[in-house]
């Protein structure tokens, strides 16, 4: 609005009405900040606007803690877990490795198998690739196998899933606690909260323990103590670096003159026992914390197929010829792609 409109405006408007008078307060102040925006857009600068969500980046979002374990009915949270990635299971990649390899002794009974894969006969093929999976054929002889090389791309394809079925079989250890971590960060280690009946734990560890190494590999978290266990054998024996709470004539833990527990470090040998034990204490310990081991063991199987699978299975590169164009056909808001062959 014109300073000329305005003016019109005054002059028309009888100056005892009250009503008239509050009509131009809110004239004049319109015109008066239509004007201040029209010399602020003249000069380039306008006032600071705070709406949010335009012209400012947000503040960056609060750290994800994620759920990795249960421990009492209560979620345990490990807010580093996204920047450690997990990395194949070691005990699967060294099968093939060189230092492996060197000791395996092939039996003329598996070549023989080995030379069925590639029958023109399917129901032989199937036979062999059946009697490879016995428990008598090692893990190893077939990896060798496939070092080895010269063989058939059917050949390659059954002995991979020989070798997939072994590697998942693969026994795994147990010690039988159930544990959280300590929530002191000048003392850490995995707390032992409870020892379950009948297990190797219960005759060398004590409640209250806190279990700082095994084998000397450091423990900080359950998961840490679950991938170092279970990646073992039934059978193997391990030791373990302990923080043991001195107790008095009572059996009460002994304090320091800081409130704390007064410790002392014992190194005590444990002797595991299978991680199939464990399915009788299935609520108490998590599928997600125990399929870690698994998850790894997938993890170096698809090393294995990237290594040894034929080539005709391996996905074939990019083309870098040009692509026909792709149709889009528009479905409400959202547009759906359709190629040029029919279906």
Do not use: Y
Not at 283 to 312: I, Y
């Amino acid at each position: 609005m014109s300073s000329m409109h305005v003016t019109r405006i005054l002059k028309q408007s009888p100056p005892t009405a009250p009503i008239g008078k509050m009509f131009v307060c809110v004239v004049v102040l319109t015109a008066s900040c239509h004007a201040f925006a029209q010399a602020q857009n003249m000069t380039g600068t306008r006032p600071e606007e705070k709406r949010q969500g335009v012209g400012k980046i947000p503040d960056p979002p609060a750290p994800v803690k994620v759920k990795i374990e249960a421990v009492g009915g209560q979620q345990l949270l490990r807010g580093d877990i996204m920047q450690s990635p997990m990395l194949p299971a070691p005990e699967v990649v060294r099968l093939w490795s060189e230092e492996v390899l060197a000791n395996v002794r092939i039996s003329a009974k598996v070549l023989s198998l080995v030379a069925d894969l590639d029958s023109h006969e399917f129901a032989q093929r199937q036979t062999a690739s059946a009697r490879l999976s016995d428990p008598t054929v090692t893990t190893e002889e077939v990896f060798a196998i496939l070092v080895r090389g010269n063989l058939s791309d059917e050949q390659r394809e059954r002995l991979l899933t020989v070798a997939r079925e072994k590697v998942l079989a693969i026994p795994r250890g147990a010690l039988g606690i159930r544990m959280q971590v300590n929530g002191n960060p000048e003392k850490p280690g995995v707390e032992v909260q409870m020892l379950l009946p009948d297990m190797p734990a219960a005759s060398v560890l004590k409640i209250g323990d806190r279990i700082e190494s095994i084998d000397g590999k450091p423990v900080k978290t359950s998961n840490d103590l679950v991938d170092i266990i279970q990646s073992k054998l039934p059978g193997d024996s391990v030791k373990l670096s302990v923080a043991r709470q001195q107790r008095d004539e009572r059996e009460k833990p002994k304090l320091d003159g800081k409130g704390g527990f007064v410790e002392e470090h014992v190194e005590v040998q444990v002797d595991l026992t299978s991680a199939t034990n464990l399915d009788k204490f299935e609520g108490q310990f998590p599928t997600s914390s125990r399929s870690m081991v698994l998850e790894r063991r997938l993890l170096a199987l698809r090393e294995a197929e990237e290594k040894f699978a034929p080539a005709t299975a391996k996905v074939p590169p990019i083309s870098t010829t040009a692509a026909k164009p792709v149709k889009k056909k528009t479905v409400g808001k959202q547009e759906a792609d359709m190629s040029d062959k029919a279906p």
